[in-house]
Each structure stands twice: as structure tokens, then as C-alpha cells.
């Protein structure tokens, strides 16, 4: 009997921190969803009236909440592979030497993810400038017209997400170099025995291999897009028109700058049911693979 | 990128907080030390010079234009707000609203110099008023002018700056024929005043008289064809990220309606054009040229626990004096009549053309959120129009419906 209760000694200052800070706040936000509140609340609490599910009502006939999922849908797909392929490739090649060109190759692509945001946006707009960006200045010299990175509503989703590529392949590089790690020699060697070209040996026993680290990066990299917030916010804000506004930016307006907290919260819990069913459904794809 | 558990936390914050907060409203004694002060944009140090010699000790705060709606919310959830704030006009309902001001009325019985009859009507006592309250004291005034390169527009056969709006699209027209990546007017896109202006300017009203907001008028339509006929004509830039200041001096756009703090900018930033460019009043319409009263406010925070010495300090700026002063450090217009009519002031010959616009120039409508719902669905709508080509018709009567049941409060 005592020796029952051990383990949930051991996990209770873990489920304590999720509980403060994970579960509670959730429960709150579904439980502001379901008011009118916003700023006026703070004035006096007898403006706060319970509404039921009028946000929720609301939000699904919301067409710039539908637009914002759709963008987020948009990242989502065309973000995650670009990603994980990317990052996958790059660990591949820098995999092949452990020289001092290749070591310091690996901090050159980690620079992206540990530069501030801040920084990172200043650069890229100026990149990405109309009038005198670096990108349009190129363009010119071989006589391209100037391009609306930012200010073309389709183009802009791609600019932006091209960003949080490029910041966020470098963790995952790191992530994926370490599973290489992990990649028996053996099997490599024994391959080359049998005549395995390289192409062959990365296709069939590498990349695998690496099956537990590709659905790990997957899984982070999905919900990392479903929450997408930074670059379209210090980038764009959010435009033009609403082009590049994700959940996350659609929720933080709502909330933080026209104060109306019930209908942002409702919002909130639509975005963590959504990421909730799709980690889910990948967990459950996942436990479908047979071990090596 | 923990979003979503950021936001419900936050959101769980500020609700937890706001139950502790009606428990220590109510400040007991005046205290002491400086007083906190949040003041808009960079002007920070200047505030910090202009306030030396007042005897009074400041805390000055800086805060980012575009920082403020977080700011605040933050602020009046915590309870820790400054003691007195800078507040755009636009945002005075909202501020309002939340019950961050502190009301002035009694308290301004002792100070006569923040009477209202001392600022212009449009922007004191009970036009700026909340729930019949008076709110905030005027502090600096702003207008939208015209500013035109005058050496280009004679080099393009133009004599005088347009005087009418129709003569602005003409002469738009005109100059955008100079060449490619040449424009002759430019439309910031996040200038959600402009269109305002040009519905005032046409002789209409956004504000019906019972105090609905409302757009669906035909001042309105005239004005929507004057903001899409300059787009329609390929005179002004489609880029978002274009820079005025740049445009101007560069004078790829050599025409455009914006504020003093452009005439600094260019002042500044290109001596060399001095005397090559003008004010000039806001083209004309039907309803004449009537522009927008912008500026900012100050307020007292609710909680202030050092009010007295917050109104003294408001007194003090609001000296004829240290409103010029503060025009010499920042270039920000003074709101205090007697400041106004200056006559060092008005020997400049553009600040005559920004005090001549102030005379007649309005306020925008004091509701609630009016930048988040009526100002960001206002340029939405106009911006997919002549941007991505949305239809007018349906993207009008979009935001009809969305600014539908507003009012002034």
C-alpha cells in the first residue's frame, strides 16, 4: 500500500507547476469565454454579464477569424515540411565531416535561433524593403521590377514564413545531429560490405533510424506553426489586410488591444482544441509504427 | 512559442488581479516622491528638461505608441498605473472606460489655468468629456496639413498647392506621369484619420445626431471615391512599407497630408530643401477644409495616491511659457489659447497654416475603441478595395455593419 503512493510523491511538483500553469489558466479562459468581459471589467465587476456560447457563436461567424485560421492552416502545411526537410537535409550534410569547417558550420546555423527577434525582424525588413531593400536592390541590377515582399497580400504569408523557417531550422538541425549520433556504425559499415552506395545507405538505415526524432521535430514544429505569433508580429502585424494574421495574433488583437477578453478567451480554447486533436491523431500514428 | 497557455495566463492574471484591486483604491494621505509619468513616443528626455525647474521630481516613462493598448490593460489590471499619462484622443473612451482617469472636475476648481475655457472647445471640458465627466486636461495639439514640394510641382507646371481636392488628384495625376516608381500623392496605409478628413471635407459627418456612428452617407461615397480615384489614377504607391519622410525628400511622392512632426522630420533629416516645400491648408471639398484635431490629453491615474502634486505639475505645463517650450524641444503644438496665438509662434509661416486648420478642425468621435473597430475596419475595407480589388460594394457594407450600434459616449 505505502509502496503505491511512492510514484505519486515523486510526480507531484511536476503536476503542481502543470496544474498552476498549464491546467488552471485553461480552465479559466474556458470559464471567461463564456462572458462578455473586457476592458470595463476592471471598472466595476457588474459589467461582466455570463453569455453561454454567444463568443463562441460569434467566433464561428467571425469571417477574420476564419481568415486567420485559414493562415494558420496555410503555415501549418506548407511550414512544417519545409522544416523538418530542411532541417533533415542539413543535419544529413553536416553529419558527413566532424572537421573544423563543418563544426563551425553547426554554430552558423544555430545563430538564427538564438538571435533576438527583435533583431531578426529589423534585418529582414530591411531586407525585404520596397523602396531600398537589399532583395529588390538585387533584383534590379539583373532588371527585375521591385517586389511587394510585405505588401503583396499572398506574397507577404510566404515572406513571413520564410522567416520563421529560417529561425527555426536551426534548433531542429541540432536536434536531428544528435540523433545521428545515435545511428550504429555497424549497420553502416555492414551496408558498404554489401555494396551500398551513400544514397542507399541514408534512404534505407539512416533516416529510419532517425523515425523517433523526425516524428519528435513533426510534432513540436506543428504545434510551433499552429501558434505561430512572432514573426508575422514584429514583421508585418498581422497584414496587409489580415494576410498573414494567425490564430495566435487574431487572439492577442482581440484581446490585448480591444480588450475584449471573453471573446479572446473563446478563441483561445477553440485553438487548444485544435492543437490538442492534432497532436493527438500524430500520437496515435506514431504508436501504430512498428519498433526496429 | 507557447502562445495559447501565454494568452490564458495572462487572461487568468488579469482577472485574479483585478480582485485584489478594489481592495486598495482608495489612497489615505498624499504621498511623496516622484511622480510617475508615462509620456507617448520618444519625447521622454524632453519631458524630463521641460519639467527641471518646475520643483517638481518625475519619474518619466516612455512608452511606444504602439505599446499603449497592452500598456494599459496591464496597468488598470494590476492596479499600478503612473500617476499621470499622456493619452492620445482616440483612445480617451477606452481609457476611460477601464476607469484608469481619474474625474477632474472638483479638482480643477483650484487651478484656474486648467479651466477649460483656456484650450480650444473642441478638445476640452465637456467635448472631451466621458459619461459627463471631465477626464484629462489638453496638452499638445496636432493637425493633418498638406505638405507640398513646391520646387517639383513648378517644375511640373503646377503654380500653387491644390487647393481642392479635385485639384489634388489632378495634379497627382500629373506628377505620377513623371516616370516609373514616380508618384504624385501618397496614402499612408495605416492613416486611419484620412479618409475622415475627406468625408469632413466633403461636408459630412461619421456621427448621426443621436450619436450613432455612421457611415453610410453620401459625404462618405464622395469621399471613398476620392480615396480609390487616387489609387484607380496610379498615383499613389501600393507598398505598405513605403517611408514618407523618404518619399518626400527624395520626392518620389511629392505631395502629401500629414502632420508637424513631418515638417521636423524633413527639417532635419534635409536642410538643404529648406524653402523648396510648403504647408499648405487641407485641400478643400464641399464642406470646406476641415481637418482633424489630434493631440494628446493628460490624464491622473484613479489611484494616484500624490494628486495634488500631479494637478500642480499639470498646472505647470500648462503655462503659455512651457507649451512654447515644449513646441521648441519637440515640435509639438501648444493647446493652451493664449500659446496658440503666440506671435513668435505664428512668425513661422507653416505653423500660421497649422493654427489657421486647428481653428476649424474636429475632433474624432470620443467612442470606445474607436481605433481597434471603427479606424482598423476603415482602412480593411478601403484597402482590399483598391489593394487586392474586393468589391466596394460588399466590402462597404461590411463595415456598415460592423461599426453598426457604436456611439459616442
Redesign the interface.
Known sequence: MRNRLVPYFFVTPAMLLLIT??I???A??AV?STTN?N???????SNVDFVGLDNYVQLFAD?DFWQALGNTGLFAVVGVPAIVILSLGTALLLNRSQNWFFRSLRAFYFLPAITAIVAISLVW?YL?????GLLNYLFSLVGVP?V?W??D?WLAKFSVALVAVWRGTGLNIIIFLAALQGVPKEYLEAASLDGAGEWRKTVSITVPLLRFAIFFVSVTTT??WL????EPFVL?DG????ATTSV?IF???E?????Q?GY??AG?IV??VI?AAITLVQLRLRRADDEY | ?????K??????A??GL?LG?SACSAPAEEASGPLTVWVMGDSGANFEKLVADSGIEVDVVAIPWDAI??K??TA??SGNGPDILQIGLSKLA?FA????LLPLDDLIADHPDLAPENFPAGVSGLSTAVDGKIVSIPWTSDTRVLFTRTDILAENGIDAPPATWDELRADAKILAARGE?QYGYYIP?WDAPLPIEMTWSMGGEVIDADGNVDFDTPEFQKAVDLYTGLYADGSVP??????QT??FISG?APMLVSGPYLANGVASAAPELDGKWQASPLPAGDGGSISLFAGSNLGVWYNSDQVDQSLALLDYISQPEQQLAWYQLTGELPTVNAALSDATLNADPNVQVYTAQLATAKVLPIVA?WD??VGTGLL?AL??IV??GADRTTALD?FFAETKGLSVK
Do not use: H
Open positions: 500553469f498549464g488552471l489558466p485553461i479559466v479562459a471567461i468581459m476592458i470595463s471589467a476592471f471598472a466595476s465587476w469571417a525588413s525585404y524593403n520596397t523602396q531600398f521591385p511587394q510585405l505588401s497580400p504545434i510551433a501558434q505561430f505569433f512572432d508585418t497584414g496587409p489586410l489580415g495566435s487572439l492577442y488583437k484581446g490585448f488591444r480591444l480588450n477578453f479572446a478567451s483561445s485553438l487548444f492543437i | 512559442m507557447k502562445r495559447t497557455a494568452t490564458a495566463l495572462a487572461v487568468a488579469v482577472a483585478t484591486m493598448d497592452e494599459l490593460t488598470v489590471a477606452t472606460e477601464a476607469g484608469a516608381g496605409q501600393t507598398n505598405s512599407d513605403f517611408d523618404q518619399g518620389i475603441n481597434g473597430v480593411n484597402n482590399s489593394l487586392t461590411a
